[in-house]
């Protein structure tokens, strides 16, 4: 629909046509409202459009002679502009043409009802600028206790038909009136609402929504929302820094596949080549099948899925905020041509929004909005609140709208829902001075804003489809450089929360929603918006993917108290951090911006917050116990910026001296100097900084999280042994599993470590336990020639060349014993009794897998669908180490391992990282891998459903993963193997890992 005239509201004609189609039907004027929560809603007719309620068959399709109106109508009838069937919602829309006279209307009129399609003429409706049509149908919600034949009665009472119950809706139906001519939609909704057992009630409005984008105006580098420096943007403007802080936020997770995000839109190009990997679950809602494709011209869903999760470094196209997760494209709308609003209707939008919650999405992006307010849809949001995620919730984002207005469109303006402002290049509001044409509405229900202006992403394949026809993006037409709005800041904030739910899956919505908060930038914009804590125009600020995901991890930064002048003399200096706060690492810098050029400066720290008088000025970092220490002293620039690296892994240099900042510390910092102002003889501090330390990429060295979360344990498809059988759910809680399997050279420190403490000797060339059980751990070159282990008569070596090798000729007491000299190692607290060799499963300490966490970790988060490998169902030889799979070191003596970490994308032929969704790499091939348990063929039926642990007791242990000299069948992740604890073989290896306390 021509958008310039469908969303004109002259108000002027609207009370003549409206007497005029009301006098034709031969009834009193209709009012036009509806119960939304307690409130009035009314909806205002307009003389722009009439639209046609049209016949339905049994199966709720519009009879096939509907779409004969667009030719049936006189050519006398020079008032119609044209007409459009929307067959999916049973209506026709008349265009009407300006200066139409009374009898005109009605002479058409009376032609449109003796029409065998027509069942009745309505007026188009407007609410806050949206038009809307009320057809036939109704939306009503009944007491659950109320049988089908109690609802069916009721709905009689009122004239009307019950055709659709909404199962997991709380009783929610579809009803349609029985006579629209006589009984209007809005009719039946009051009457319904006057009986007993009926909740509420409202017309299934369909509504012409406009896109909250403005595509009509222009890879990775050019994408500042993610990377901004300064340069990069499509207009050339910007300000380096004001960006999402994504490369950060992928230091630490670049999302995990069974982190789903619903994008409800008007479809998703499931063919892209930067999507049609990541498309799971498709729905239409519009038609209720499953090919939700996109009208060619419809770019806006395939817009916002990019943005989300856009197949990430493969060398094509655009970077996802969340480049693992998947996408569930929900088709609620669609727009009849280019350039037209989208047609859309209540009862489609609240089926897409619960079937996305039914078919397992975590979070559900919604760039879209500005309709009447639905009971139906806020019952259906508030059930994906409370229901999704088994209990958890699922995230739900909406865009704010683009008016440039402090008004937040519905369903923006719920507020249970994480509703998204759009910003600049420059870290501003967008305001429709900035952009041209349009503005990012605020108001008390901003919650958070990101960028939403000149942002890259994907659009419909082909320079004839979608934004860019042949400009505007890439030559090939399938990406965008000009997408704007609060639709394009919505998907940054979906994508983080991906993100978010990746590195702690079993957070719920609300604790999504406080971290996404929490962690945003505040006092970036607009000074005379963007005032300290939560404003009506950034909310709690621009999203900080990297900030939001340390806090998940525990460890954050950010300015939180003295940060209000905390001096006698001048204001502080704003202090903040850049970098990785990690134990291990010293990418972390202190950073003050305006100070006094050229002026010492020192920053100290302490481990409370607690003011104190110091000098004229008060101190904020207090003691705690630990004292107070400081850095040592620096010039501040000319700029007047100081900045510090600190060694977190070391003492920090300086007067104070204090020991190593740990995993798990607060400190708090401020900097101070003297106060030029005041000739030098006053001090000044800083802001105070509080940071919260974490531990960098795992709790423990090599280690990465693989979260907690359910899966169906089993083989899913293909061939398979009945020991595979049947599938069922597990779950399993997190955990800190080896990147990589272990290696020969790690294999042998540990040897050289237990040897020197008097824990193992070699009998006949084996190593053997000193005590204990005396079980053989492996064997040496001289007593195997498939071991890469040398002894030399006093030190444990490897064979040249074979050092990154995975360790071979291993027993299962050998993998055993090796876990407890890496947790002796560590710290920690052995899990095994080198005796019995029973396991403490709540020991801190290095252990083997058990059976049911191996194939979680393995699967990678590839739960919807379960694959074979970790990364399909297709063999493939540049992807693993196998029997005959061609890679290079398939010469020479057995074994023909290669390196661990081998396929990191650096390998020929492929060149792709086969790291699996949580960053595991061989979890299918080069070398078997030992598992804790005992074997049982039979054990699946009787597994526990919480960290099953294996049979009580056996005569022979798992191990999994398949390996060099096995065919494909045996790196299915489903694959069992087992054999007796003392057996040692050429294609047998070990992998370990830890529970955190």
């Given amino acids: 629909m021509n958008p310039q005239s469908r969303l004109s509201v002259l108000t002027g004609g609207a009370a003549l046509l409206s007497a005029l189609l009301l006098s034709q039907a031969g009834l009193a004027q209709t009012e036009y409202t509806y119960d939304y929560q307690g409130t009035t809603i009314e909806l205002v007719p307009t003389s722009s459009a009439l639209a046609l309620v049209l016949k339905k ?425 000009w997408f704007d709005g609060t639709s394009a800041a919505t998907p940054h904030v979906a994508g983080v929360a991906a993100l978010i739910l990746a590195a702690e899956p079993l957070l719920t919505s609300d604790q999504v929603q406080e971290i996404i908060e929490q962690s945003a930038e505040d006092v970036v914009g607009d000074p005379q918006e963007d005032v300290l804590g939560r404003d009506d125009y950034m909310g709690w600020g621009r999203i900080n993917a990297r900030a939001a995901l340390e806090r998940v991890s525990g460890c954050s930064g950010q300015v939180n108290f003295c940060s209000t002048s905390p001096n006698s003399v001048g204001g502080g200096a704003l202090i903040s951090w850049t970098g990785t706060p990690s134990a291990a690492d010293d990418n972390f810098h202190l950073v003050a911006t305006g100070c006094p050029a050229n002026q010492p400066l020192l920053f100290y720290y302490g481990g409370a917050q607690a003011a104190a008088p110091f000098g004229n000025g008060v101190r904020c970092v207090g003691g705690g116990g630990v004292g107070v220490f400081r850095f040592q002293p620096m010039q501040v620039s000319g700029t007047g910026v100081a900045s510090m690296k600190v060694d977190f892994s070391q003492a920090p240099a300086g007067g104070g001296g204090a020991g190593m900042w740990s995993p798990g510390d607060t400190w708090y910092c401020q900097g101070w100097y003297r106060d030029p102002a005041a000739g030098g003889a006053a001090f000044n501090l800083t802001d105070g900084l509080e940071v919260r330390v974490c531990a960098g990429g795992g709790a423990y060295a090599g280690t990465v999280l693989v979260p907690g979360g359910s899966f169906a344990m089993g083989r899913h498809v293909g061939s398979g042994g009945s020991d595979e059988l049947p599938v069922h759910t597990v779950t399993v809680f997190a955990f800190y599993m080896d990147v990589f399997e272990v290696s020969n050279q790690a294999y042998a420190d540990y040897l050289n470590t237990a040897y020197a403490q008097g824990r193992v000797t070699l009998s006949s060339n084996v190593v053997y336990q000193v005590g204990g059980a005396g079980e053989a751990l492996c064997d040496t070159v001289a007593s195997s020639n498939y071991s890469r282990i040398t002894w030399n008569g006093t030190t444990f070596g490897v064979t040249a060349g074979k050092q990154d090798h995975p360790m071979v000729m291993v027993s299962w007491y050998g993998a055993c014993a090796y876990a407890n000299g890496r947790s002796r190692a560590a710290g920690l607290t052995p899990c095994y009794n080198e005796t019995t060799w029973n396991c403490d499963f709540n020991a801190d300490g290095f252990r083997l897998p058990t059976e049911a966490e191996w194939e979680y970790a393995a699967r990678g988060g590839e739960h919807n669908p379960y694959y074979k490998y970790p990364w399909g169902d297709s063999i493939d030889g540049s992807k693993a180490n196998y029997s005959q799979s061609g890679d290079p070191f398939e010469t020479g003596a057995y074994p023909w391992t290669s390196p661990v970490g081998y396929y990191t994308g650096a390998q020929v032929p492929s060149g792709t990282d086969m790291a699996n969704g949580y960053g595991l790499y061989d979890m299918a091939g080069n070398v078997r891998e030992w598992c804790n348990d005992w074997y049982s063929g039979s054990y699946y039926s009787s597994s526990p459903g919480n960290n099953p642990t294996g049979p009580a007791s056996g005569s022979t242990r798992v191990f999994r993963g398949g390996g060099w000299a096995y065919s494909p069948s045996y790196l299915r992740s489903a694959n069992r193997g087992a054999s007796i604890p003392t057996f040692r073989n050429y294609a047998l290896g070990l992998r370990v890992l830890a529970v955190r306390p």
């Fill in 57 to 481: 068959a049994d199966n709720a399709q519009v009879q096939p002679e509907a779409a004969q109106l667009r030719v049936d109508l006189p050519r006398d009838f020079s008032v119609v502009e044209r007409v459009e069937v929307i067959e999916q919602a049973g209506i026709a829309v008349i265009e009407l043409r300006p200066g139409a006279v009374q009898s005109q209307l009605a002479e058409l009129t009376a032609f449109l009802r003796g029409s065998p399609a027509v069942v009745s003429v309505e007026p188009v409706l407007a609410y806050q600028g949206i038009e809307c049509v009320a057809g036939d149908e109704i939306l009503a919600q009944f007491d659950l206790e109320l049988s089908d034949a109690q609802v069916e009665q009721r709905a009689a009472e009122c004239n009307a038909d019950v055709v659709m119950e909404f199962h997991g809706h709380n009783g929610w139906r579809l009803l349609r009136s029985r006579d629209t001519a006589r009984w209007s939609a809005f009719d039946v909704s009051s009457q319904l609402r006057l009986l007993e057992g009926v909740q509420t009630a409202e017309p299934n409005l369909v509504q012409f929504l406009q896109p909250l984008s403005d595509p009509n105006d222009a890879h990775f580098p050019n994408q500042w929302a993610l990377r901004n420096l300064g340069t990069n943007s499509p207009s050339g403007l910007g300000q380096a820094g004001a960006d999402i802080q994504a490369l950060g936020g992928w230091d630490l997770t670049t999302g995990r596949p069974d982190v789903i995000v619903a994008v409800l839109d008007e479809g998703v190009d499931t063919g892209h080549e930067d999507l049609h990997e990541k498309i799971v679950a498709p729905y239409d809602a519009t038609d209720g099948d499953t090919n939700q494709e996109p009208n060619p011209w419809d770019g806006h869903g395939t817009a916002c899925a990019g943005i989300i999760a856009a197949s990430s470094n493969n060398s094509t196209g655009i970077a996802g905020v969340a480049w693992r997760s998947k996408i569930m494209p929900i088709r609620i709308a669609f727009s009849s041509a280019a350039g037209n609003n989208w047609t859309t209707q209540n009862s489609w939008i609240g089926l897409g929004i619960t079937t996305a919650v039914l078919q397992g999405a975590d979070v559900l992006s919604n760039s879209w909005g500005g309709g009447p307010p639905s009971n139906f849809i806020t019952s259906a949001i508030e059930l994906a609140r409370s229901s999704g995620r088994d209990g958890k919730g699922c995230v739900v984002v909406f865009a704010a709208g683009n008016d440039d207005l402090p008004s937040v469109i519905y369903p923006g303006s719920l507020p249970d829902v994480i509703t998204v402002g759009a910003t600049n290049e420059l870290d501003r509001r967008v305001t429709t001075a900035w952009s041209g044409s349009w503005g990012s509405n605020y108001g008390p229900e901003i919650d958070v804003v990101a960028p939403g202006i000149s942002i890259w992403t994907t659009d419909i394949t082909g320079t004839g489809a979608g934004y860019n026809q042949g400009s505007g993006g890439d030559a090939a037409g399938n990406y965008y450089a």
